[in-house]
């Protein structure tokens, strides 16, 4: 207990959950990629729902196009 009282402090985690609080309040409720809805119906797949997704992406955003690029916690 006393080691965690006397040990460096981080702000990094609320820092960055106060940055995606901010976006989230500036561009309101963004729709989810098409890559990462499931295709429920035939149609659906038509519209490109699913298409390229993969169970454990490497390296790969899965934000909507709004916030690629962005990272909370550095």
Not at 55 to 69: T, V
């Amino acid at each position: 207990m006393v080691y965690l009282a006397k040990s460096a402090k981080d702000r990094s985690a609320y820092d960055g959950l106060r940055a995606a609080q901010a976006d989230v309040k500036e561009l309101g409720n963004l729709p989810i990629p098409l890559e990462l809805r499931n295709p429920e119906t035939k149609l659906m797949e038509k519209l490109g729902y699913g298409k390229g997704y993969e169970k454990y992406p490497k390296n790969k955003s899965l934000l909507p196009d709004k916030l690629k690029g962005k990272k909370y916690i550095k």
